[in-house]
């Protein structure tokens, strides 16, 4: 799974942001748990078109 973290292009700090901009104020650690859950979200909606395993 870190293979993947590192791949990432959304970041904890632009997820902030965009939240923020959208009026939902939230701190770095909860940006992370959500950042870490919208991937977890996308690993899953993905699996069964690929071969190979995410989790």
Avoid: C
Wanted: a positive charge; glycine letters at 2%; proline letters at 4%.
């Amino acid at each position: 799974m870190e293979k993947l973290k590192e791949k990432r292009k959304v970041t904890p700090e632009r997820a902030m942001k965009l939240l923020a901009e959208n009026g939902t104020h939230v701190n770095l650690e909860q940006a992370r748990l959500i950042v870490d859950l919208m991937y977890k979200f996308a690993e899953i909606a993905l699996r069964p078109y690929t071969k190979s395993k995410f989790l």
